[in-house]
């Protein structure tokens, strides 16, 4: 590496190309690295679950079975662990079908404003026992939009049970869905006028801190995993959420201040023709 950096500094075509080869193999070296890490992280998080099940297990085979009451409780704690493996396994399976572009996305003529009622009215139960008010804003005039309806829902519940599980009793959530200009960006001058939707979930919880925030949408990240689990996630909402809004030509952006709260806004692509092509 050192002596084709030698020469090729200020000169050389050749050695340029022998620089490019190298970067290359280190960029190859990244992504096994990373998944040599998404392996080992998938092997822990079914591992755990697993474990608990196990010694809930031995626990009712070794005389809890005769204390009814007791044998309830192994057997719920069990059958909840269940419930996060399929959860999680079902995550995986949705993140490798985005990954390998498998997902198909059909797209449907969608009503925002009832959408995000929607989202709401699925969350009422939670937001009522944890005193948590939500507010739905939605700019005058919006037109129908082009979207896989259930997958968008799904990035919207990914999000909204984001702030519920973050954010302490009494708090507030704020969904805002509006319009902005699209970033210009070069020749394409044919759609620099379009806008994009916008939509954003607010929350007034614990925030994040800044040291985590830009390893937030890697898959398994969790700023506290005690935490996350307990809540019942499994670390890879966020990173559904961007391939689904990627899938779609947006993007994803988070915004965070620690004990103040959070802020993901998406776009998406709000002309008929082009969401619909
Ligand atoms: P999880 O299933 O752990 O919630 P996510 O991918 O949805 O996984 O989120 C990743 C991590 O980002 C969470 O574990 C949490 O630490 C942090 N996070 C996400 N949304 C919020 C939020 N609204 N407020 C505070 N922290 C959040």
Redesign the pocket.
Known sequence: IHSSKGKGAGSGSGSGGTIAVLQDVTGQEKLEQSRREFVANVSHELRTPLTTIKSYLEALEDGALEEPQLAGKFVSVARNETDRMIRLVTDLLQLSRLDSKQAIISKESTDVAEMLDEVADRFSFQLEQRAITIDIEVVPGMKEIMLDRDRIDQVLD?LVS??I???PEGGSIRIHAGLVARAHSGDQTGYSESPLLEISVQ?N????PKK?LSR?FERF????KA??RN?G???????IAREIVKAHGGTVHLD?ELGAG?R?TFTLPYNQEEAAG
């Open positions: 990914n984001n702030a599980k973050y954010t929350d919880g614990i925030g994040i985590d937030i990240y969790r700023v506290d935490r996350s809540m996630g499994t670390g890879l909402g966020l990173s965070s959070t993901v």
